[in-house]
Antibody, heavy 122, light 107 residues
Framework: HLQLQESGPGLVKPSETLSLTCTVS??????????WGWFRQPPGKGLEWIGN???????YYNVSLSARVTISGDPSRTQLSLELRSVSAADTAVYYC??????????????WGQGTLVTVSS | DIQMTQSPSSLSASVGDRVTITCRAS??????LGWYQQKPGKAPRRLIH???SLQSGVPSRFSGSYSGTEFTLTISSLQPEDFATYYC?????????FGQGTKVEIK
């Protein structure tokens, strides 16, 4: 199993930018058969896909968030990053990063980070 | 978007019971579906991939099947550690979409 660890501020003010990092263990970040994704889960609710980044660097985003989100990868640091701009209370959620296999499709999450709660509040 | 309609939203069952959870896709997704278990405060855990393939390390009491656009997760004999919320996820087309979840509670 891969080890993934999210990190970043737990509190963000409305209209500001949420920035999270996911550190991936070992050399797995460079594997071409994996892609990487971000998901979120508002308190007491279901799971939502935010976006993916493929080994090529190509990204796909949820249309509902695409105007505000950027996902990037830093292979030298084996890190995945999420930036969500202009946040509101509706963006309060536990944010997860995940490794994805089945990269010939949209990808299916295999290993997940433990999640990090981000609260949007002034 | 492909809609995944999951049922029931919750169920009460006893240890040893056979439990079945269903997801219906709004269009053909082949077998591009996974099942996940999530316990409170924890990340999801993949149980099934390719609709019917058991994830390595997952107990054999879990199984997945499908027919057309209807997908089923079965727990053959519910154990105390299986009380959790279960989600399906289709990864056939963008955006990947989850079912609404099924909370399995102790009767």
């Amino acid at each position: 199993h891969l080890q993934l660890q999210e990190s970043g501020p737990g509190l963000v003010k409305p209209s500001e930018t949420l920035s999270l990092t996911c550190t991936v263990s070992g050399d797995s970040f460079r594997r071409s058969d994996f892609s990487w994704g971000w998901f979120r889960q508002p308190p007491g609710k279901g799971l939502e896909w935010i976006g993916n980044i493929f080994h090529s660097g190509f990204t796909y985003y949820n249309v509902s968030l695409s105007a505000r989100v950027t996902i990037s990868g830093d292979p030298s640091r084996t890190q995945l990053s999420l930036e969500l701009r202009s946040v509101s209370a509706a963006d309060t959620a536990v944010y997860y990063c995940a490794s994805l296999d089945y990269s010939e499709t949209t990808g299916l999450p295999l290993d997940w980070g433990q999640g990090t709660l981000v609260t949007v509040s002034s | 978007d492909i809609q995944m309609t999951q049922s029931p939203s919750s169920l009460s069952a006893s240890v040893g019971d056979r439990v079945t959870i269903t997801c219906r896709a709004s269009q053909d997704i082949r077998n591009d579906l996974g099942w996940y278990q999530q316990k409170p405060g924890k990340a999801p855990r993949r149980l099934i991939h390719a609709a019917s393939s058991l994830q390595s390390g997952v107990p054999s009491r879990f199984s997945g099947s499908y027919s057309g656009t209807e997908f089923t997760l079965t727990i053959s004999s519910l154990q105390p550690e299986d009380f959790a919320t279960y989600y399906c996820l289709q990864h056939s087309d963008y955006p990947p979409t989850f079912g609404q979840g099924t909370k399995v509670e102790i009767k």
